[in-house]
Structures are given as structure tokens and as C-alpha cells.
């Protein structure tokens, strides 16, 4: 006789409803707002927003004071910092002081032109946003140039703070409790007229970071070197492709590439000739892995397969060592590096 499972109706149900209960209403009815498409204002549309709802701001400049009010929200641009400003109208740009934790996000923005007593950028106090892809810029004030963060435990990832000014603390402020946490930023060319340049610290863990010529010093007080980090790299120094950015910014921001890890664009040192390109493909030599024929980063059979379809040819698919031709010596060569290619030798 079959004997057939029949599931606990009663079980499953209590367990859905379990479910549906713990989630909060954000959960199941997330909105998003696009500015200025539907709401003029970024603040405007904070105040419409509630926790786990994103705002998509469009380019362009945006004047006036940002306040997320306390929300669980994400406020994003579009089309990153470049292009999407966020412009103070004489106070802090930024403001966050109703203990906001790591959900409420604010991503992809130029902020700038602040000039509140403290906090230029950003004032944040009894919080913990998490900034992302974002650059303070020129902000003038008294202390905290960039932000000024009292009692509070931001993240940065992947920002830049340059190019502002403050008595003490140009880049950041940062006194009290808390902790300041920097992860791949850029920290440039931020002038305190008494101490901290770069960063004022009580509180600041930082890795993968780079940090150029901040005056009079780049940091004043403990720092948490969590490792990576440097200070006035060859490449703080260099705009060699003249494109008005700095070379550390643009390695810092995975504009360039730099293949054999040594502070300089590829480019650059290719055109400076510290690098040889005997292949014209734009990578230096050191970088290159001949062997690897398809890309992949592996030297295996499919190189091989490509070689013997290529075989007696003249194009550069295949030609392993260089010679014009596609022959025997092209799948020694490969033979001999099989494996994981090994960039730099």
C-alpha cells in the first residue's frame, strides 16, 4: 500500500505568517523617487521617503542642505559625482544627527561649497551613515573642511576628500566617541591653517587609502592603520596623461591601470619609456603573457586550440613568440607556461 505525505497545512501557514509578521512594512513596500523627475528636491523627497526606500537623483546641482531625518534610506545618483553636485548654501552640505546607522547610504555625489563653523561637507553626530563613491570638495569652515564628526562612526568608501580648508581638521574632524572608518579613499590637498591637514584623529581606521600633499601635516592624532595605505606616493605628483586629475586619484578610482604595481598608469609609463610595449598593445612588457592567447588568465588548452586553428597564419592570434608565424615553436612556448598566468614574470 503507498503511503502519501500529506504536509502540515497548519505548520506551514504559522510559519508564513511567522514571516510576514517579523518584516516590517518598508520591507514588503520599498518606493523609489527619482529627482527631480517626480520630486523637485533631494530633501523633498526624504521627507516623502521612509526606511528602505531609495532616491535616484538625476545630474545636475542640487543647492541646499541634505538631511536624511533619522531614515533607513538609500539617496544615490545616477551618474556618479562627476556629474551630480550637491552644493551648500552657507551651512554644512550634509547634515546627520538622528542616529542614523550603516542603511542609510548616501552614494555617487560632489559635495561642496559648505561653510557652516564645523562641518563643511558633512556634519554628522551620534550616527553611522555610509558614504560611497562620493567626493567633499572644497569646502571652507572652522573645523572638519570635509566633515566634522563628533560622537559618531561613519564609513567612506571609495571617496575623496580635496581641496578644503578649515583651521584645524581640513579633510576631517573627528573628536569624541566612535569611530571614523576610511576604505579606499583619496585624501589630497586639504590646508588647516593650524593642524590636520588630511584628518584630525580620535577614532580612525583607514586602509587601501592614499593621502597627498595635505598641509601642514596628513594626520594629527592616532590613526588605525589597517594596512595599504600611502602617503605622497610618486603618484600624488603626476598628471601624465594631462587630463587635469591626479594619478593617484585615478588609480585610487580604477580609472587606469597599473599591471606592475608601481604608483604609475601603464600608460604613462609606456610613454615615459621606464616600460617597454614591444607589441604596441598598450600593456607593458613586464605585464604581458604572450601564452595566455584567449585572455583568459590561464594558459591551457584553449590557447592551444587557438594556436592550431591559427596554424600558418600571419595575424598576431596565435603568434606566441612573435615571429610572423604561427608554427611548432608557438605551442612550446605555451606548453612551458601552462597554467595561471604569470603577469611580471
Given at each position: 500500500m503507498r503511503t502519501h505525505h500529506i504536509p502540515n497545512i497548519k505548520s506551514s501557514l504559522f510559519?508564513?505568517?511567522?514571516?510576514?509578521?517579523?518584516?516590517?512594512?518598508?520591507?514588503?513596500?520599498?518606493?523609489?523617487?527619482?529627482?527631480?523627475?517626480?520630486?523637485?528636491?533631494?530633501?523633498?523627497?526624504i521627507a516623502m521617503a521612509?526606511?528602505?526606500?531609495?532616491?535616484?537623483?538625476?545630474?545636475?546641482?542640487?543647492?541646499g542642505q541634505v538631511?536624511?531625518?533619522?531614515?533607513?534610506?538609500?539617496?544615490?545618483?545616477?551618474?556618479?559625482?562627476?556629474?551630480?553636485?550637491?552644493?551648500?548654501?552657507?551651512?554644512?552640505?550634509?547634515?546627520?544627527?538622528?542616529?542614523?546607522?550603516?542603511a542609510t547610504r548616501i552614494e555617487g555625489f560632489t559635495v561642496t561649497g559648505g561653510s557652516s563653523f564645523e562641518g563643511g561637507g558633512a556634519f554628522i553626530r551620534y550616527s553611522s551613515p555610509t558614504f560611497r563613491s562620493c567626493r567633499f570638495d572644497d569646502?571652507?569652515?572652522?573645523?572638519?573642511?570635509?566633515?566634522?564628526?563628533?560622537?559618531?562612526?561613519?564609513?567612506?568608501?571609495?571617496?575623496?576628500?580635496?581641496?578644503?580648508?578649515?583651521?584645524?581638521?581640513?579633510?576631517?574632524?573627528?573628536?569624541?566617541?566612535?569611530?571614523?572608518?576610511?576604505?579606499?579613499?583619496?585624501?589630497?590637498?586639504?590646508?588647516?591653517?593650524v593642524w590636520g591637514g588630511g584628518i584630525v584623529c580620535n577614532g580612525v581606521e583607514v586602509d587601501n587609502s592614499i593621502f597627498c600633499s595635505n598641509t601642514p601635516e596628513h594626520l594629527h592624532g592616532y590613526m588605525t592603520d589597517l594596512g595599504n595605505n600611502q602617503?605622497?606616493?610618486?603618484?600624488?605628483?603626476?598628471?601624465?596623461?594631462?587630463?587635469?586629475?591626479?594619478?593617484?586619484?585615478?588609480?585610487?578610482?580604477?580609472?587606469?591601470?597599473?599591471?606592475?604595481?608601481?604608483g604609475i598608469a601603464d600608460a604613462c609609463d609606456i610613454e615615459q619609456g621606464s616600460s617597454l610595449d614591444s607589441n604596441d598593445n598598450g600593456v607593458p612588457d613586464e605585464c604581458d603573457c604572450p601564452e595566455d592567447v584567449n585572455g583568459n588568465g590561464l594558459v591551457d588548452i584553449e590557447d592551444i586550440l587557438t594556436i592550431v586553428a591559427n596554424w600558418g597564419g600571419t595575424s598576431d592570434l596565435g603568434d606566441v613568440d612573435g615571429d610572423g608565424v604561427v608554427g611548432v615553436n608557438d605551442i612550446l612556448i605555451t606548453l612551458e607556461s601552462w597554467g595561471p598566468c604569470s603577469v611580471g614574470g
Open positions: 510559519a508564513s505568517v511567522f514571516i510576514l509578521g517579523s518584516m516590517t512594512v518598508s520591507d514588503l513596500i520599498a518606493d523609489t523617487f527619482d529627482v527631480p523627475t517626480e520630486v523637485s528636491t533631494i530633501q523633498s523627497a521612509q526606511d528602505g526606500d531609495t532616491i535616484l537623483v538625476s545630474p545636475g546641482t542640487y543647492v538631511n536624511p531625518m533619522g531614515k533607513a534610506i538609500e539617496i544615490r545618483s545616477i551618474a556618479g559625482p562627476d556629474l551630480t553636485v550637491i552644493r551648500g548654501d552657507g551651512d554644512e552640505v550634509i547634515r546627520i544627527i538622528s542616529g542614523e546607522g550603516p569646502n571652507a569652515v572652522g573645523y572638519g573642511g570635509g566633515l566634522y564628526v563628533v560622537d559618531a562612526s561613519p564609513r567612506l568608501e571609495h571617496c575623496t576628500i580635496r581641496g578644503n580648508s578649515a583651521y584645524h581638521g581640513a579633510g576631517i574632524w573627528k573628536i569624541e566617541s566612535g569611530v571614523v572608518e576610511l576604505s579606499w579613499c583619496l585624501v589630497v590637498d586639504n590646508v588647516a591653517s602617503f605622497d606616493p610618486i603618484s600624488c605628483h603626476y598628471d601624465c596623461d594631462g587630463n587635469g586629475l591626479a594619478d593617484a586619484w585615478e588609480l585610487q578610482e580604477g580609472l587606469v591601470d597599473d599591471c606592475n604595481l608601481n
